[in-house]
């Protein structure tokens, strides 16, 4: 069997896999059309087609304006149909993921009619409903309700057309409201990580002095950086010795050269996982990650104990307590650290997680991996607090109706946006939806 991944990087999930199949003795492209910012390394070495497909990425993705932008990118598409024909003589399998095909889910029918192994893995905002996403919708942008509206519609249509094609999906609980078959669980499949060669190990910081807590968002807003910077300074006017530091917008490189350096991490304010991509790289130096996120409250009904990432996961009305307790209790955190750091190691190496992904391509795949979206519940979405979250599902309700949550296949679900919509979302109850 030979694998083909792509055609966008996401936190480094793609270079990772690479690895893991490679390790694994499995034959393994992957490209990257998108130019990715953080410059994160695995991307095959591109010659022929692929270097003028992948040099057409990085340009739009350097682009100072959208014209430019629009430009390389219509370029680009000129040659994915070249792209697409050559993929399919070379490989047996693709797994495609944050809703990357060659040619807008056509190719899709085509792979199936060849008899091809498909894997669609969702990340986030490529599935999670529009109307509860503070990454593609700003906590400080106007509503715009009817473009979120129609945002919804697209998503729906989109993971229709990749549910009847693909032969196995891959995505969380709380992202997954859109689906109408069971998907295996982005947690039980795991997130590939490994310390990088010649990087230095991943050590507790043994120096007397001030706490270095590294924050390092890719997207402030979302992330809640504001909240986080708020909590360090009220940290500080407690008295709590804090060396601070925050990146954006820096090269892979750099950020991991400053996970060797910090105490621990704060990863965001509203996560919708314990262990984002971030939060999974501390944890590969044996640095623990706070996160705040509302799915703190109700993971363990979706997800085994033992899936479950070591991090300090908390509601977000907690963040300041939690990045206190890591402050103060450094035995606390050299645990934690050493906890996550063994759970990424054990369970979500490369080899692991790339096992795990030839089990779904073999069709060999226990029941408990798979999570029907009839059981999934949550309501507050990823990016947002909780006021402007219930806020945004009550104006989708009140332009749209029922209809424009696009989940009417979920009457339980779709009772649950109701209620949250009405602030009463901690009267229903949460039940899980594994298999």
Known sequence: ?????????????????????????????????????FHYAGNDKPTGLIRWATWLGERRARAGSMSGRVLWKAV???LKPL????????????????????????????????????????????????????????????????????????????????????????????????????????????FPLAQKAGEPAGVPRTSPGAVRILHAPSKPRGKGTVAIRGAIESLKRKGHRIEFVEITGQPHAAVRRELARCDFVVDQLYSDTPMAGFAGEAATFAKPAVVGGYYAEMISRDVPSEAVPPSQYCH???????????????????????????????????????????????????????????????????????????????????????????????PELEAAFVEFACGDRRAHPTTSGAT
Request: with cysteine; hydrophobic share 45%; net charge neutral.
């Open 316 to 410: 977000p009305n907690d963040v300041e307590r939690a990045i206190e307790t890591l402050i103060t209790d450094a035995a606390y955190r050299r645990e934690l650290g050493a906890k996550a750091q063994a759970f990424v190691t054990e369970m979500w190496s490369p080899e692991q997680v790339a096992a795990r992904y030839l089990r779904l391509l073999e069709g060999d795949i226990p029941a408990e991996w798979m999570y029907e979206p009839a059981g999934i519940r949550y309501v507050h979405g990823c990016g947002l607090p909780e006021d402007r979250a219930r806020e945004l599902v009550a104006t989708v309700l009140e332009v749209g109706g029922t209809a424009a949550l696009q989940i009417n296949d979920k």
């Open 76 to 78: 680009q598409e000129v």
């Open 83 to 190: 792209l697409f024909l050559w993929a399919v003589r070379r490989h047996d399998a693709f797994i495609f993921v944050y809703g990357s095909t060659f040619l807008h889910y056509i190719d899709l029918p085509i792979l199936k009619f060849l008899r091809k192994k498909i894997i669609y893995v969702f990340v986030g905002s490529d599935s999670r409903p529009p109307y509860m996403d503070g990454f593609v919708f700003p906590v400080d942008q106007d509503i715009r309700v009817r473009e979120r509206i129609n945002a919804a519609r697209r998503a729906k249509r989109a993971i229709r057309s990749i549910e009847r094609y693909a032969d196995v999906i891959v995505n969380q609980p709380t992202t997954g409201q859109f689906h109408e078959r069971a998907f295996a669980s982005g947690l039980l499949i795991g």
């Open 1 to 37: 069997m030979k694998v083909f991944i792509g055609l966008t990087e996401v936190a480094g999930y793609c270079a990772g896999l690479k690895t893991g199949l490679h390790r694994l003795g499995v034959g393994c492209t992957f490209i990257d059309l998108n130019g990715h910012p």
